[in-house]
Structures are given as C-alpha cells and as structure tokens.
C-alpha cells in the first residue's frame, strides 16, 4: 500500500509540475506581482519566514591555487576565494555564526538562518576536518540549511557518502551543494584558468541528484568574450538539468586578479545596466517556473571592484530588473521547453 502511495504521489506531482509548467508559457504563474521565484519566497514557503544567510569560512584552499592544476586561481576569482564577505577562517565556526548574527541583528529580527560556506573550494579538506565543521553549523537550532560552495571536480566519493550520512543524520535540515559552473563553453572555461569543464559539471550534478542533494548552479554573465547568445546556451543547458536552484552573477572585473590585471592593460568592454538587466530577464524566461532564483545579481567588494562600477548599486540593478520584468510582462518560465 505505502509504495502504490509513493508512485500516486510522484505523479501527482508531475502532473502538478507539468500543468504548472504548460500554464506558465501564457499566464504569469506567480502571485502578489511576482515574476520569478525568488529564494526569499522559497524560504518563506518552507520555513514560515524571511531566512538569512550567514557567510562562513572553513579556512581551505583551492586546487587551482595550492598548485594542483595552478597556482594563480580562476582569472576572476578574488585573493579572498570569492569569499570577500565571509567572517574570519581563525574563528571557530560557531563564533562565526554568532558573530554574523550580531552584524545584521539591527536589519533583521529574524531567527534562521542559512549556513553558508562561501570562500573557496569547501569541499577540498580532509573528510574528518569536513565533517567536524559542517555539523558544528548544523547543531545550531538557529541554522535551517546548510550551503556548501565548491567545484565540480571536488566531490569524490568520500564527501558525497559525508554528504549523504549527514543529510539522514540532520532530517530537518536542508544540505545544498552551490557549484560552479559559470559557462558551459569550455574555451572561456580555459580562458579563466578555471581547469573545469561543463562534462564535469554534469557528471557533479548526476552523483549529487543520486543522493537526493540538492544543487544550486552558478553562473557567470558577461565574459568579455561570450556573446548574448552564448550566454543563453548556458541558461538553457542548465534549464535542463536536475538543479535545484540558480545564482545569475554578473562579472566583476576585480584588482589583483589575472582579470583585472588585463583589464588595466587594455581595458576590454563590460556590461551597462540596462542591457545586463534585460539580459537576466532573458534567463528568466528560460528557466523553469519552480526554480529557486538565489540571485540575479551580485555586489562585489568596493575596494576592489575596477568595473563596471554601476554594479556597487545592487538596490537600483534589482529595482530595474523588476520593473522591465513589469514593462515586458514577462516572467520565470515564459520561454521554458522542458
């Protein structure tokens, strides 16, 4: 009886799915004026209210900088590991928590929280060392997810059976797994230094969805020499894919990368507002309706940012986003071909 319940149920659920899907090629399927599905709603759905993310760091490398493949990192990526926000890797992990909550208490009175492990490779430690950080932030009562930033070729077989025992151990607490993508055109992979490719994205994707972990792709906009249109065949690759949700990052052309080096050198062209705006509504469309959206922008650090400088503004990039999504009476999903 319990597994005929189980295969009703997963039907339902597709049909749910597929009804949603077809109705959201003509009707925007989101309510309240809502045009995408944002991980703000996502999280009020499921946990009752507004939960922030507290960026940690577990004091690891990388092994495109611990000299691996390289030492020099992706060409993008800051001195910091894209972690430039993150609290101090000296701190335990606790402290870290306890710390982040104290400096965002005067804008929020909210009490969850999303762990997260941002600043370089956070699966690249020993298993012993992995373990002993990620449940010292999931034994917070406070702490509802866990989000764990790293590459596509740093996920043996040692970390998705630490994944998955964890996942039975913490039953009410989220495991995600954010990687990075950033294009599926592997000539601009190997123009970033990245020392990844999109097969082994997938492959990461494949080992993480066996285990029911969800994965949130990140992706880069604006590689200086992608086109609008390869761009797009990133999106719709990733539309296809078993993910969870997205993270839309535009380029930062940051000081003391190999990126930013050139660009002082010989400045090449990066994204304006507008056209970077209409150019994630265009995402948006693409994207299936029930994707949890992480972000559609980013804000990288002030002192470090060379271009393009009207990105310090995140308020006024997202206030634009919304009112062209308003203006094209657009939404999420519009476009979406399964």
């Known amino acids: 009886m319990i597994h005929v319940l189980q295969k009703l149920s997963a039907r339902l659920s597709s049909l749910i799915f597929h009804n949603m899907r077809t109705l959201s ?39 495109n900088r611990d000299g691996t493949y390289s030492t020099l990192g992706c060409a993008f990526c800051s001195e910091g590991g894209s972690g430039d926000f993150a609290a101090s890797a000296s ?34 430690a ?30 043996g077989k040692d970390v998705l059976l630490l994944l998955s025992e964890l996942q039975k151990k913490y039953p009410h607490k ?19 230094n990245t020392h990844t490719t999109v097969e082994q994205f997938d492959s990461a994707v494949d080992a993480l969805t066996r285990i029911h972990i969800p994965v949130i792709a990140h992706v880069i906009l604006g590689f200086p020499n992608e086109t609008k249109e390869m761009m797009l065949q990133t999106i719709s690759h990733v539309s296809r894919l078993p993910i969870a949700g997205i993270k839309l990052q535009l380029l930062h052309v940051l000081k003391n990368t ?22 994630v509504i265009d995402c948006l469309e693409l994207l299936p309706p029930n994707l949890i959206v992480h972000r559609l922008t980013g804000d990288g ?24 999504l308003k203006e094209r009476d657009t939404w999420q999903g519009r476009l979406f071909i399964s």
């Open 25 to 63: 090629n003509t009707v925007c399927p989101f309510s309240s004026g809502r045009r995408y599905y944002s991980l703000n709603d996502y999280c009020k759905e499921t946990f009752g209210e507004k939960v922030y993310r507290l960026s940690l760091s577990g004091g690891m490398t990388c092994p």
């Open 91 to 124: 701190l335990p992990v606790s402290q870290q928590l306890s710390d982040a909550k104290m400096r965002i208490a005067a804008k929020t009175s909210c009490s969850k929280f999303i762990a997260y492990f941002q600043s370089y490779t956070n699966t690249y």
């Open 126 to 155: 020993p298993i012993a060392y992995l373990r002993s950080i990620y449940e010292e932030a999931l034994q917070s009562p406070e702490i509802v997810a866990l989000s764990i930033g790293t590459r596509s070729d740093c996920l």
């Open 174 to 192: 989220q495991i995600w797994i954010e990687l990075g993508l950033q294009t599926i055109h592997n000539d601009t992979l190997q123009q970033m």
């Open 258 to 279: 190999e990126l930013g080096n050139k660009y002082l050198e010989t400045p090449f062209p990066v994204m304006e507002r507008l056209p970077y705006c209409d150019l």
């Open 301 to 324: 650090p002030r002192n470090l940012l060379l271009a393009p400088q009207w990105s310090t503004d995140k308020k006024r990039v997202l206030n634009t986003i919304h009112h062209r």
